[in-house]
């Protein structure tokens, strides 16, 4: 037997669930900053609109940038965050590399003027070996 009252609770809850789930989401796009004036319209009861936010660009990117999550969840991110992680990742790696590099060189100069030095107070010449003056 059909019963008014339930399908009408079952619906207003439906719509409160959705509500409380576009205020959510709305909430945290507001976080970010020149996000909240970007955000599309919508009637009460009715989800966020993905597909407004994706034509949006400067919505879509302020997003990506500073809530990849919610970007993803929205259906609109991108892998800029990732490839931003990877390329610092990349620059640390061969900031790295060349420090090690630079001591090595040090090292081998350093080495290279003890020889120098040695050599020139046993009187022998560092490039042929062979006793100075002679």
């Given at each position: 037997?059909?019963?008014l009252d339930q399908e009408v609770a079952k619906a207003h809850q439906s719509v409160t669930e959705i509500e409380s789930?576009?205020?959510a989401i709305e909430a945290r796009i507001k976080k970010i900053d020149g996000a909240d004036n970007l955000l599309p319209k919508r009637a009460y009861g009715k989800s966020i609109d993905t597909a407004a936010i994706a034509r949006s660009l400067t919505l879509r990117s302020?997003?990506?940038?500073?809530?990849?999550?919610?970007?993803?969840?929205?259906g609109v991110g991108t892998d800029a965050h990732i490839r931003a992680e990877e390329e610092k990742e990349?620059?640390?790696l061969r900031a790295q590399a060349l420090?090690?590099?630079?001591?090595k060189i040090r090292?081998?100069?350093?080495a290279a003027a003890l020889h120098r030095e040695r050599a020139?107070?046993?009187?022998?010449?560092?490039?042929?070996?062979?006793?100075?003056g002679q």
């Open positions: 037997m059909f019963d789930q576009a205020r302020l997003l990506a940038k500073n809530d990849p999550q919610l970007a993803s969840y929205l990349a620059r640390r420090g090690m590099k630079t001591e090292a081998q100069n350093q020139s107070l046993a009187g022998v010449s560092p490039l042929t070996g062979r006793r100075l």
